[in-house]
């Protein structure tokens, strides 16, 4: 900008450009960078610094502001707020300049063509939206403001809040002058958006590169300052298709008031829970924020709204905090003490312990001491002094973007958005442990679990096992039954859990047909129930993979159970009977399996368990996966990057149409046992037929199964991985898989230390046999010799 442009007290946004900030600040520099590069952004003009320093001049009250803030305890949350308070009473006793009130009634009536409308009043500071400081939410906006006196009062507003309490404490803490410091105010044409929300061009939780787009209904403010919980969509960067979606109650929403301004309206019930954005429309918001990125070639983070079904931009900058993914090491270790009491969306990684403290609006924030955990139903921006002395924040509402999950991650404490009823259900001084890592509160203080001598073999350390077992290139997982045992298992240094069987999940927590429990109008405890039980492996294998396979009782199991002889059959050979997927997408089981999927999905998104995938057993047709895959879709569960679908591979038709069945999953899971019993047409319960040999996994046709599966899974990209327990039952088995190249062993936990040896050992000799074959000399040098 040159020296003459630098001096105007008022300027155009198609003018600046994103390395203006020193005149226009933050946003105004990059509201006229979009405007200039073509992206949707609502027409505006920008009082600069220039206009703030001539303010300041004529009023002479700077030395009075810097009284006031002199005058600060800073061990007294009350005295800053007072101090703010006398400072901003001192703008509002100032006019603006006459020649500058005219300068501004022009450009006021250019940008809105000479008629009447409304415009949203932003603030702009010059340190705000860098890439090493975030000032989010510290400086004001106001929208829908009416008219040119409305107008004046509202810039002087903004100008005033370079000096609320939140404001002047972010200052202090990070060393910036309050003289140097000055702050622009965007005028802008004011969008009375149907639909609004936030956008990441990366993951702000834990920096994996997909967009996440948040959203509901109407003005913007109520997402960005966390008082609803908006719709969450997870968007692949690279194939620009969602991969996940988050879906939220939202009963209000901020509209324009009769007299300017916003204010709430409810929103009818039958519009409350449904996804309040189209797919479509998520992904065109999408595709606006890749190509923001691209432009500016770093993260970035956006406010967009939809009028007349068009998509604005309405404020960008660089995203300043960014989760590493790489949380507290206590995240995800098994942990003794206290038991979970809330879950959410973890929001900012970490796990701290402290005493509860409610906060409510009106209250000091003197309350909230040192080590205190801060409970709230949403953190507003004259808070971030308070949240600095949290060990951990949790709230009743908010999403990845809002307030509080922005001030948490970029001061590194442990966050837990979105609970729905942390200040009902925690107490005041009771303690809790937080972690932000997978969104969930625990009762009492959490401490890692000592392992003794006398701990059993499976649950032994990692630590311990470091020096024993050996690294391989085959992912080795464990297989599992128990929920109760995963704390011990998840001590092992395996890769995660290759098979958790849900019909324990069934027996030991809801001991009940789910038909019957369904009848009897208890889906909900039944969703509830299961839910938590794969939560609670899935929590302490964290971040480890975890696939679940969805429930594979026979009919004469099921009728085992209460209340089973009422909705099962009698079959003569159950083994190959009504099972698996057959059963899910019959009419008389279809609404228990929506509830397994129903529990999956709470697991994963309000218990924040993403590490859960999902297996399909007994695959038997291409038809079976598309409606099962319609009933996934249904309540929210999409492949994606962190939801994979496996197949059991135990039917020879899973074989036969591999290609097929390619199409419609990400791995196989090969079941050893029902392959062979279907491949040799041997009943694997047969005592007799197993004395005479035919029922062994070995058998030269079970492995040209095996080989041919693995082959054309990996030339469509695909992984198999086996779940059966024949690689811990024959060394040589196991051998045979490495050679093939299999993706992954999940073994039984007991023999988890012996079978990984025997992989690395498998895995050192196909090494060594390739090596020999490269290095083998031709038939004319043997001849030589």
Not at 86 to 106: A, G, Q, S, T, V
Not at 416 to 426: D, I, K, P, R, Y
Not at 652 to 672: L, Q, R, T
Request: hydrophobic share 35%; glycine share 8%; charged share 25%.
């Amino acid at each position: 900008m040159d020296s003459k442009t630098a001096a105007k007290r008022i300027i155009d946004v198609n003018e600046l450009r994103v390395n203006d900030v020193p005149i226009v600040g933050g946003k105004g520099a990059n509201l006229g960078e979009l405007t200039s590069s073509g992206f949707p952004v609502p027409h505006a003009f920008v009082l600069t610094t220039v206009s703030y320093d001539y303010f300041i001049s004529t009023s002479k009250i700077m030395p009075k502001i810097l009284a006031q803030i002199k005058s600060i305890d800073p061990d007294s949350d009350d005295t800053l707020v007072a101090a703010s308070n006398n400072i901003r009473e001192l703008f509002d006793k100032c006019e603006i300049p006459k020649d500058l009130k005219d300068e501004i009634k022009e450009n006021y009536n250019l940008l809105l063509g000479g008629k009447k409308g409304f415009v949203a009043v932003r603030s702009s500071a010059t340190a705000e939206d860098l890439p090493d400081a975030s000032f989010a939410g510290q400086q004001e906006t106001y929208l829908n403001v009416k008219d040119e006196k409305d107008l004046f009062d509202k810039i002087r507003k903004c100008w005033s809040s370079l000096f609320t309490a939140r404001a002047i404490s972010y200052r202090e803490t990070q060393g910036y002058s309050h003289e140097d410091v000055k702050l622009a105010v965007v005028v802008q044409r004011m969008v009375n958006s149907e639909f609004a929300g936030i956008m990441f061009t990366v993951d702000p939780h834990n920096g994996a590169k997909n967009i996440i787009v948040e959203g509901g209904y109407g003005l913007g403010e109520a997402m960005v300052g966390g008082e609803v919980t908006p719709d969450t969509y997870q968007v692949d960067k690279s194939k620009m298709a969602i991969t996940n979606k988050r879906i939220s109650k939202q009963t209000w929403k901020y509209i324009r008031g009769p007299q300017g301004g916003a204010v709430k309206k409810d929103i009818p019930v039958d519009m409350q829970k449904v996804q309040k954005i189209p797919d479509d429309r998520v992904l065109e918001i999408a595709e606006i924020g890749r190509q923001v990125e691209i432009h500016y070639d770093k993260p970035m983070d956006m406010e967009w709204c939809i009028e007349d079904n068009k998509v604005y931009l309405v404020q960008a900058r660089p995203i300043t905090a960014i989760g590493t993914g790489k949380e507290d090491s206590s995240a995800g270790e098994q942990v003794e003490g206290g038991d979970v009491v809330l879950s959410g969306l973890g929001a900012s990684p970490g796990m701290a312990t402290g005493r509860v403290c409610i906060y409510d609006v009106g209250m000091s924030l003197d309350v909230i001491k040192d080590g205190d955990v801060l409970v709230t139903k949403m953190t507003m921006p004259d808070m971030v002094p308070a949240m600095s002395r949290s060990v951990a924040i949790v709230t009743d509402e908010g999403g990845m973007t809002c307030h509080a999950a922005i001030i948490s991650r970029e001061l590194g404490t442990p966050c837990v958005v979105g609970t729905g009823e942390a200040t009902n259900t925690l107490k005041n001084g009771e303690i809790v442990t937080v972690d932000g890592s997978t969104g969930t509160v625990y009762r009492g203080e959490i401490k890692k679990k000592v392992v003794t001598e006398t701990a059993p073999a499976a649950a032994a350390s990692a630590a311990v096992f470091s020096e024993q077992v050996p690294i391989t290139g085959t992912k080795v997982m464990v297989n599992m039954s128990m929920p109760s045992k995963a704390e011990e298992v998840a001590k092992l240094p395996c890769d995660g859990v290759g098979l958790l069987r849900s019909e324990f999940l069934f027996t030991n927590y809801i001991g009940e047909h789910p038909c019957a429990v369904i009848q009897e109008g208890r889906a909900q405890e039944l969703i509830d129930k299961l839910a938590d039980g794969v939560a609670k492996v899935a929590r302490a294998f964290y971040p480890r993979p975890v696939t679940l396979r969805t429930s594979d009782f026979k009919t004469n199991e099921y009728r085992d159970m209460k209340g089973g002889a009422n909705f099962e059959p009698n079959e003569d050979n159950p083994m190959i009977g009504w099972r698996g997927c057959s059963r899910y997408v019959s009419d008389s089981y279809r609404e228990a399996f929506m509830c397994e999927l129903k529990a999956i999905k709470k697991a994963r998104d309000e218990m924040g368990m993403k590490n859960i995938n999902i297996m399909l057993p007994f695959v038997r047709t291409i038809d079976e996966v598309k409606q099962i895959t319609a009933m996934m879709e249904s309540v929210g569960l999409r492949r994606g990057l962190d939801l994979k679908l496996y197949f059991m591979a135990e039917v020879p038709v899973n074989i036969f149409m591999a290609e097929e069945f390619c199409k419609y999953c990400d791995w196989f899971s090969i079941g050893s046992n029902d392959l062979t019993q279907l491949t040799m047409g041997c009943d694997r319960d047969s005592d007799i037929l197993g004395k005479m040999g035919y029922f062994d996994e070995r058998n030269p046709g079970v492995k040209a199964a095996i080989k041919h599966l693995i082959k054309v899974a990996h030339k469509y990209g695909n992984h198999v991985s086996i779940c059966g327990q024949a690689p811990s039952v024959y060394p040589e088995f196991c051998e045979f898989l490495v050679e093939q190249g299999i993706d992954c062993i999940s073994l039984n936990p007991d023999t988890f230390v012996r079978t990984k040896k025997i992989i690395a050992s498998a895995e050192q000799r196909v090494l060594l046999q390739a090596a020999r074959k490269v290095n083998r000399p031709s038939c004319d040098d043997e001849d030589d010799f």
